[in-house]
């Protein structure tokens, strides 16, 4: 080893020189397990990683961050993703917002706690081990979490609000101005643990810009389509790399043809401020998003009547994925609650074989049709968070099963047929 002067630096003892090579050892053993990422990119309808199809079985836990904060409830993350990688899952749907609740990470108006964008480190990090890739929700519609109503609520308390309608969320000036400080401040965030800032991180499937945005207030969709336009274009000004959505429920609204109006539940969808073409055809707008909830929409529905309207549902917007927006379509959200009349687990079963044969018909065509992410998976000891639509794997192995088969047949399409033991992971 030279100095800059060209002078030889004092010969290492032997002792140092194995302790270096151990170091040094350590440090490529920690890069070899580290799977290889690119950034997800998009080409028309179809998703590409290094120039080869992506498909997304995928899930959601919207608990990942919140679970990271707090040391005793940190190993759940790392559960959860083991599990997830086991079965071939390959994008998790999460939260990446807490506004002004339990361990919030914005705690008031442009204010965060770092303690808590720690844990949001932990979670993007855990997940690169595990190769798993994840789509990021910016905030909420409803109030988990704080949302919008936060949001309206911190700028009223302060003096600086036009309303206390939760609405004003979106054509407040000075709320979507403080929007835009937490937009940026997630955005170019420097993980602690890598030195990456999230915008330049490919582990970062996608930004979800809200989880099931409405304007009620609004039912023409000019106040939402305006708050979209503006924030997608100013999440794509700082952050070039990553695909965007919007995070829609899939409504049709009016300025959408007859026939597909009457694919929506009822004619009260109509009027809720969204609009899933007009929506998901702005240019920022990489892909689009699709939520399948039959129990909450078709309240008195057998399951063979609520299997045919999924059927319908989802053929309608890869339809439109295809044919008007020229994009993929993700199925974001998708339940069956436990709830139901005569409830049975192989109802569940069916509902999500019908899903997953939809997803795989169209990927097997190239078509718009790109993935679906189960509401919600979970890990043992986490009832407080669990609902009527949570699954824990191993309680069910037919559902462990079905999940499984789903990221086999899509790993073969993606590697063209040609699945080698390295490219299935070793689960297929």
């Known amino acids: 080893m030279k100095a800059e002067n060209g002078a030889l630096y004092p010969v290492l003892g032997l002792a140092s020189i194995i302790a270096f090579i151990c170091i040094s050892l350590r440090g490529l053993e920690f890069h070899s397990v580290e799977p290889k990422m690119s950034f997800v990119k998009r080409n ?23 679970q990271a904060v707090e040391e005793f409830s940190r190993p759940r993350v790392r559960k ?16 990446a917002f807490n506004d002004g609740a339990h ?32 789509l990021l929700s910016l905030v909420n519609n409803l109030e ?11 700028a009223w308390e302060e003096g600086i609000g036009l309303s206390f309608s939760n609405d004003s969320f979106f054509f407040d000036p000075t709320i979507r101005r403080y929007f835009k400080v937490y937009l940026k401040t997630i955005l170019a965030r420097k993980n602690h643990l890598t030195g990456i800032e999230y915008r330049d991180d490919p582990t970062i499937f996608a930004w979800e810009l809200m989880n099931e945005p409405q304007c009620i ?5 000019d106040t939402l389509q305006d708050w979209i336009e503006e924030m997608a274009e100013y999440v794509k000004s700082i952050d070039k790399k990553h695909l965007l959505t919007i995070g829609l429920e899939g409504f049709y609204g009016p300025t959408s043809p007859p026939e597909k109006l009457s694919v929506n539940p009822g004619e009260w969808y109509n009027t809720i ?29 057998e399951l063979d009547e609520k299997l045919e309207y999924i059927s319908k549902w989802m053929t309608s917007h890869i339809e439109d994925g295809d044919r008007e927006l020229k994009k993929p379509v993700l199925f974001t959200e998708f339940g069956l609650s436990n709830k139901n009349k005569n409830f049975d687990h192989s109802h569940r079963e069916a509902f999500y074989k019908s899903i997953f044969d939809t997803i795989y018909e169209s990927a097997r065509k190239n078509g718009a049709g790109a993935g679906a992410f189960i509401w919600q998976i979970l890990v043992p000891g986490m ?12 309680e069910r ?32």
């Open 273 to 301: 401020g969204s609009d899933f073409i007009r929506n998901s055809k702005i240019s920022a707008i990489d892909f689009a998003s699709v939520h399948i909830y039959p129990d909450q929409w078709l309240l008195e529905a």
């Open 103 to 134: 361990n919030a990470l914005q705690v008031s108006l442009g204010r965060f706690d770092e303690r808590v964008f720690k844990a949001l480190d932990y979670v993007i990090v855990e997940a690169r081990k595990h190769g798993i890739r994840l």
């Open 80 to 95: 959860m993703f083991q599990t997830a990688a086991k079965m071939g899952l390959t994008v998790c749907r999460a939260w």
């Open 217 to 221: 207030s609004d039912a023409s969709g």
């Open 397 to 428: 192995p037919s559902i462990d099963r079905l999940i499984k088969e789903q990221s086999c047949r899509l790993m073969a399409l993606q590697h063209q047929h040609d699945l080698s033991r390295r490219s299935s992971k070793g689960i297929c």
């Open 383 to 394: 009832e407080e968070y669990n609902d009527d639509f949570g699954i824990i794997p191993g």
């Open 144 to 154: 988990h979490y704080g949302g919008k109503t936060q949001y309206v609520r911190w």
């Open 44 to 66: 028309g309808a179809n998703f590409m990683v290094d120039e080869r199809a992506f498909y997304v079985n995928g899930w959601n836990s919207y608990w990942l961050m919140d």
